[in-house]
């Protein structure tokens, strides 16, 4: 029972990960209909930035909320540069930019920094506190709480502000918004920038355990492409659960099927996947386009 | 004093041109009428001045041309268009449409007053305002389409078939608004209606457009007269 707990607690753990990379995708899937694989890609070439000011001297947290300001510029950079231009283009011209940006992004990194992988600064202590033999360390917390600081940041975002429901506008309807007088096209760059800071933080949040390597982030982009799959390509909340399920079912797998070992330990989240778009198509939370006539 | 002043207007989708060069102009504080029949380019004259389209000629609003401007920025300038069908932002509360409305209003005190206002005029938009709008009724979601679009406050209110799809006592209120807008606050408005009894009813001067030119214009009186009008709109 113990080892149960202690998976479960592992798992929600990574899978808060996940969501958080998750909420990217869901955030700019919804705001353009693109589904983005670089952004864990992005999120790593960012983190790197980091870790670079923290080898120059910078002191650890300030070296943190820098690279957390250049994903902000560099997600509207691509935006700008590399989506603007094709927004009205095929499905198909948008997928190919997405992976020339997935391996412009992994090539840009190894460029810089090589393929050795670099120790990256823990974020939290390492104190442990044991509860009924379970462990629970204060990275677990502070990985979840990350997840609800950037789930409540969001709400409160979109539901309270003006520039998150102009935001919200520009997504759900690209034709009438402007005549309100929002920029949809400043709104979607927002949308873009805020993205790459929430993949920022997955990295950030991956880089003490996983080391900091240029292809750190692509089994966790492969995880949160799963949970958004899984939870509703439109729905935030559903990214959410989707990240701590996949998580959880990736933890719990690995430890009670055997059979399966850690090499094919990333399968479980897919065979998850596969089962609940059987019962539910659009997801856990995803809605059913209803056209009305 | 012209409000909206067009000249050599020329617009259409992709290589197919709708509009041949369309001049009319709206006076401060009046109601004016584009009659037509379907694909007369009525809905792409709108679409085309309030910028969801691309066009060539000239777009003055108060004496300014603002053909170069952005359709946000034509927006912020004061020209409000609400198109056809469903005005409103359907997955959005109805508290949320009017604070869209009121997107590129600064002041929040006129925000909460103009509101507070248009749960006075439609007291149905009050006790639905955290329903969705796309929820509503035919009738009340042209009712908040109305609202929203005057949140902001605009020089022009431009409606596109406001009474389609709706029953005919239900258009008679909403012309009534109309007509009080224009009467109450000199709200200058822009009517786009197939309906031509009764637009010619509120109007002050229509314009019949015909394959994306105008066809004849004058006072709505004289067009209601107008024995070929009579035969080809009016029905009788």
């Excluded at chain 1, 283009?89 to 997405?98: D, G, K, R």
Aim: proline share 3%; glycine share 10%; charged share 15%.
């Amino acid at each position: 029972m113990q080892l149960f707990f202690q998976q479960i607690i592992e798992g929600l753990s990574s899978g808060a990960i996940y969501a958080a990379l998750a909420l990217a995708l869901v955030m700019i899937y919804r705001a353009t209909r693109i589904v983005n694989f670089a952004q864990g890609e992005m999120g790593t070439f960012t983190v790197y930035l980091a870790w670079q000011l923290d080898q120059w001297g910078v002191p650890f947290a300030f070296s943190l909320i820098v690279a957390g300001a250049l994903s902000f510029v560099l997600g509207i950079l691509v935006f700008r540069l590399t989506i603007r231009p094709v927004l009205s283009a095929s499905e198909s011209t948008i997928v190919n930019i997405c992976i020339g940006l997935f391996i412009g992004f992994e090539a840009l990194s190894l460029w810089i920094w090589g393929a050795d992988t670099h120790p990256f600064p823990r974020l939290f202590s390492d104190r442990i506190w044991t509860f009924w033999g379970v462990r629970l360390s204060a990275s677990n917390v502070g990985t979840l709480a990350t997840l609800c600081v950037l789930a409540a940041g969001l709400i409160l975002m979109f539901r309270f502000t003006r520039i998150g429901l102009a935001m919200r506008a520009s997504a759900a309807e690209r034709e009438k918004s402007p005549l309100v007088g929002i920029e949809v096209e400043t709104m979607l760059m927002l949308g873009w920038g805020l993205a790459a800071v929430f993949g920022f933080i997955a990295a950030v949040l991956v880089a003490p355990s996983l080391f900091l390597s240029p292809p750190m982030m692509v089994a966790v982009v492969i995880y949160a492409l799963a949970a958004a799959t899984l939870g509703g390509w439109d729905s935030p909340a559903g990214a959410i659960v989707g990240g701590l399920l996949i998580g959880v079912a990736e933890s719990l797998g690995a430890t009670y099927l055997r059979f399966i070992g850690s090499e094919l330990k990333v399968g479980i989240p897919f065979a998850l996947m596969a089962v609940v778009l059987l019962v539910r198509p659009q997801g856990l939370f995803g809605r059913t386009a209803v056209i009305r006539v | 004093m012209n409000i909206l002043q067009v000249h050599g207007l020329a617009a259409g989708y992709g290589s197919i041109r709708v509009l041949h060069g369309l001049d009319f102009e709206v006076d401060e504080g009046a109601i004016v009428a584009l009659l037509g029949a379907n694909g007369a380019g009525k809905t792409t004259t709108l679409r085309a001045l309030s910028g969801t389209i691309a066009a060539r000629g000239t777009i003055e609003l108060d004496g300014r041309d603002v053909r170069q401007a952005s359709a946000a920025d034509r927006a912020r300038l004061g020209i409000a268009h609400i198109p056809q069908g469903r005005g409103t932002f359907v997955d959005f509360t109805v508290e949320e449409n009017l604070a869209l409305g009121a997107y590129a209003v600064k002041s929040r005190q006129q925000i909460r007053d103009d509101t507070q206002r248009w749960y006075g005029i439609f007291p149905r938009l009050a006790e639905r305002r955290t329903q969705l709008a796309g929820s509503l009724s035919g009738g009340e979601q042209q009712m908040l389409a109305i609202a929203r679009a005057l949140m902001a406050r605009p020089r022009i209110l431009m409606c596109d078939e406001p009474s389609l799809g709706l029953a005919p006592a239900i258009t008679q209120d909403l012309f009534a608004l109309l007509q009080r807008l224009n009467r109450e606050e000199g709200m200058s408005i822009l009517l786009v209606e197939q309906n031509a009894n009764l637009a010619l009813r509120i109007a002050s001067s229509a314009y019949v457009l015909e394959n994306g030119g105008v066809a004849l214009r004058g006072s709505a009186q004289d067009l209601r007269d107008n024995p070929s009008i009579r035969r080809a709109y009016l029905g009788r």
